[in-house]
């Protein structure tokens, strides 16, 4: 599925609370995370892997998740990142925020979920 | 294990990163290889042929942007070449300009020499007599009983006293255990002549000085050669042995050699034990310093009928002690106090049966030994102020000429500033340039100052202490004089310095340059030479 242009600049802004959902419950790496995105979003949602990896690193200097480097027998050597406590902190607010803005724009524009 | 699809695209990342003058960490570039890895590796398993999986991740690589991921370094060919800084380059030009000028230049080194020297002198001294401590080891714990210094002996009551009987002496060292160690010395320096034994020469005549056996430990001080007297030294009938002190020990030519010599001390022969360190000149600072320490059980065979060492109603010693690290000067002052009353109270201890009623009326005053110079503190403290006072007023007067000089040189310098500012020197860098002289100037006349200094304060010295054998006083400059000699030079340079650009401003005729920079000319030297750093006014 194509997003049209005024979706594609929202998506800039869901950056944050999609990795950090998808960091809620496992760790993963940045090419596990690029997958997921793409297939849970039927590839409505991609993000240029540069710009991923940005947004990794600007969490992880928030504190919001912790990377480390794993090497598990016969695999390459993979940055595995994880919630910290303040990630899971700040997932449940912007999941409270996104929840609030969803609700006002369906009250203006009249989107429904299906 | 080496995985050649990472190397292959950890060499792009890398190579991509700097196309876009982007340092990336080798953290990073790992991380981003390693998804490039896997992506082509992922592409390869779903049966895509390997040149089109390489291409489609050569693709990711492509389009995307490092820009977000690290700071950008200065592209090469945009890195200046390495200037000087900016003080080094206005040092360097003032030393350029101040060279230009020898007369000036002369003039204000020794205007600065001269007012640093003196005052730096004047700082030695008061260094050495007010503020110094003796060259001991912990010298804030030596405290002496009384505060006075006397010359005689004496058999009556002393009121605050200062001086004590050998019998009190032992009292105190071995009842009073707020002391670490106790130490006596004779208020007479008696002269003595000294010549080696068995030799043919002279005697020659010294001074010397009885002390106590722990003397030289309880100040702490360790020999230069041979040993110091100690405990063993005090007892009676043992081997007669003395100190020399290390000015006496070249003066009468003793060296490492004659240490373990006989000596033939006013007739008596003694063995030279030991040579104390430079600089050492006793407990206290006096004109005649003592030349050979010898141990108070001497002192019956140098004085013979004269002797006081048994008498117990005689004052002749000096006492001091070190104190315990957590002992109070206070307290014992008071033990002291009372340690005295009972031994004043003993019959055989007092001259007089009239005293017994004023016994209670004694006391000891508990003193900080540790700069030695009491009596010389209260004699010279207010004459020493006063020349430092003078020294200071004369360095201020240095100050006003040297600006007026600087004041007359920038005048004469209007031209030169303008064309500098026609070349594009702005205001505030003339301004630096004139402090950095100033500087220089300072700094230099600082270190002339020293050596000034080293020269006053020496015949300053030498006058008052005339005659001395040996002066008790360091001229050489100390750590403190060198530091207080650096800070005054600063402060003078920034005082002159700032002198000139302090004045009214005066009119400069209009130079030749009339273009953009013509009418900055006329504000050289209302701005430069004479108030602050604003930008130069343009005419209209």
Redesign the interface.
């Known amino acids: 599925m194509e997003l049209s242009s005024p979706l594609r600049e929202a998506k800039k802004g869901t950056a944050e609370l999609v990795v950090l959902a998808l960091l809620e419950d496992v760790s993963r790496h940045g090419y596990e995370l690029t997958k997921l995105i793409e297939d849970r979003s039927a590839g409505a949602l991609t993000y240029n892997f540069a710009s991923l990896y940005a947004t990794l690193y600007k969490l992880e200097k928030r504190k919001w998740i912790h990377g480390r480097w794993v090497e598990k027998p016969g695999q390459r050597r993979r940055r595995y990142y994880s919630l910290t406590a303040q990630g899971r902190d700040v997932l449940a607010t912007q999941r409270r925020e996104w929840r609030q803005f969803f609700a006002v724009i369906s009250d203006l524009a009249g989107v429904r979920y299906a | 294990m080496r995985?050649p699809a990472?190397a292959h695209w950890r060499d792009l990342v890398a190579r991509r990163a700097g196309r876009e003058s982007h340092r990336l960490s080798e953290d990073?570039i790992?991380?981003?290889a390693?998804?490039?890895?896997?992506?082509e590796a992922?592409a390869l398993e779903q049966g895509i042929p390997a040149p089109e999986a390489r291409r489609r991740t050569l693709a990711?690589?492509n389009?995307?942007?490092?820009l977000?991921?690290g700071p950008r370094a200065p592209a090469p060919h945009n890195a200046r070449p390495r200037r000087a800084t900016g003080l080094l380059r206005d040092l360097r030009l003032a030393f350029r300009h101040l060279r230009q000028s020898p007369g000036f230049t002369a003039t204000a080194l020794m205007t600065l020499a001269i007012g640093i020297g003196a005052t730096a002198a004047m700082f030695t001294l008061v260094h050495a007599v007010l503020l110094a401590s003796l060259p001991v080891a912990h010298a804030e714990r030596l405290y002496k009983l009384g505060d006075e210094y006397r010359c005689c002996p004496t058999e009556t009551l002393q009121g605050s006293w200062s001086i004590f009987s050998y019998p009190f002496y032992l009292e105190v060292r071995d009842h009073v255990p707020a002391f670490e160690a106790v130490a006596a010395m004779d208020t007479l320096r008696p002269d003595v002549s000294v010549r080696r034994s068995g030799g043919v020469d002279a005697a020659e005549a010294f001074t010397g000085e009885f002390v106590s056996g722990n003397y030289f430990t309880t100040l702490g001080v360790d020999p230069s050669a041979g040993r110091l007297l100690d405990r063993t030294d005090d007892r009676i009938g043992a081997p007669p042995v003395a100190v020399a002190s290390y000015a006496a020990s070249q003066k009468a030519g003793l060296d490492r050699a004659a240490v373990g010599q006989p000596l033939t001390i006013s007739g008596v022969t003694v063995t030279l034990i030991g040579i104390a360190p430079p600089g050492f000149f006793g407990d206290r600072l006096e004109s005649h310093p003592p030349d050979f320490w010898m141990p108070l059980s001497l002192e019956p065979t140098f004085m013979r009928e004269n002797s006081l060492l048994e008498t117990r109603t005689a004052g002749w010693l000096y006492i001091a002690g070190r104190l315990r690290p957590n002992e109070s000067a206070a307290g014992v002052q008071a033990q002291l106090t009372a340690a005295l009353r009972n031994y004043l109270r003993e019959p055989a201890n007092l001259t007089r049966d009239a005293d017994r009623a004023n016994v209670d009326r004694q006391t000891i005053r508990l003193v900080p030994g540790g700069s030695g110079n009491n009596a010389m503190k209260r004699d010279y403290e207010q004459g020493l102020y006063l020349l430092l006072a003078v020294s200071a007023s004369v360095l201020l007067i240095a100050c006003a000429n040297l600006a007026n000089l600087l004041l007359v040189r920038c005048a004469a310098q209007r031209m030169s500033m303008a064309v500098e500012l026609a070349m594009g020197a702005s205001v505030w860098q003339l301004v630096r340039r004139q402090l950095a002289e100033a500087l220089l100037l300072s700094l230099a006349g600082g270190a002339l100052g020293l050596m000034t200094a080293v020269a006053i304060s020496r015949v300053i010295v030498l006058m008052a202490f005339r005659g001395a054998s040996a002066v008790p006083i360091a001229t050489w400059p100390s750590l403190p004089v060198l530091v207080f000699t650096c800070g005054v030079s600063l402060l003078t340079g920034a005082l002159f310095g700032a002198g000139p650009r302090g004045s009214r401003p005066t009119a400069i005729p209009p130079t030749p340059f009339a273009d953009r920079r013509a009418s900055s000319a006329t504000a050289v030297d209302s701005s430069v030479c004479s108030s602050s750093c604003r930008r130069p006014r343009r005419s209209s």
């Not at chain 2, 390693?34 to 992506?39: D, G, I, N, R, W």
Request: hydrophobic share 60%; aromatic share 4%; no cysteine.
């Open positions: 995985d990472m990073i790992d991380e981003l390693s998804h490039l890895a896997e992506a992922s990711i690589l389009a995307a942007s490092f977000a991921l």
